[in-house]
């Protein structure tokens, strides 16, 4: 199986319930964000990006919050399914200098039943 | 159906041969990028290249080589002196710099 997600913060939350998932960048340069999910043995999926001259942007079920101050990004999902079970991580770019993204080591999200 | 698909989803080789792994896309894409992937940490950039016959090193190239002969096509070659390749690989892509890059489903290589 797959091995990738070993010792990650897990986020347990009940099926129906809004789950929060955070992610600290480092670079205060970065101005582009994305969040992934990963499920297991799989490659990552985007699911919501966001730039730095916006704080929040909503998807289907997925808002993503930026604060440029703390530099932290969160992920909240509503209605959590048991398919929203997966790793999701963030990642960073700065678009005024070379291309670099820095991904984050992500959080588990389990959806209990 | 546009994607990228990455080939083979398994792979094990013996220490000391040279390995390669194919990446293709159908998305148009200009870009394209190899990251490896190990238990806890982040995804690290080993190569990408920003247009056909192209590309620059990642963070961590060393025992790696790629081509990119073809805008669809981002081979990479896993070479006798990569001292650790066993990891998981992924293939991504994407319209051009700085935008989202969109994965293919990966391949797990073995070397014993």
């Known amino acids: 199986g797959e091995s990738v997600g070993l010792h990650l913060p897990t986020l347990s939350v009940q099926e129906g319930d809004n789950s929060i998932i955070n992610c600290a960048y480092s670079n205060s340069a970065s101005d582009y964000f994305i969040w992934y999910k990963q499920e297991s043995g799989k490659g990552p999926q985007f699911i919501i990006d966001i730039r730095s001259n916006m704080d929040k942007r909503q998807g289907q079920r997925v808002t993503v919050l930026l604060n440029k101050t703390v530099k932290h990004l969160s992920l909240q999902i509503a209605a959590t399914q048991p398919g929203d079970s997966a790793v999701y991580f963030c990642a960073e770019a700065s678009t005024s200098g070379t291309y670099k993204y820095i991904f984050g080591t992500g959080t588990r999200l389990k959806v209990l039943a | 159906d546009g994607g990228i698909t990455q080939s083979p989803k398994y792979l094990f080789r013996k220490e000391g041969q040279n390995v390669t792994l194919s990446c293709e896309q159908n998305?148009?894409?200009?870009?394209m990028y190899w990251y490896r992937q190990d238990p806890g940490q982040g995804l690290r950039l080993i190569y990408y290249?920003?247009?056909?016959?192209?590309?620059q090193k990642g963070d961590i190239a060393e025992g790696y080589s790629v081509s990119r002969e073809k805008k669809e096509s981002f081979p990479l070659t896993v070479t006798s002196a990569q001292k650790n390749p066993t990891a998981f690989y992924l293939c991504a892509s994407s319209i051009g710099e700085h935008y989202e890059q969109y994965f293919g489903p990966g391949t797990r290589l073995t070397v014993t």
């Open positions: 998305l148009n894409h200009d870009a």
């Open positions: 290249s920003q247009i056909v016959n192209d590309f």
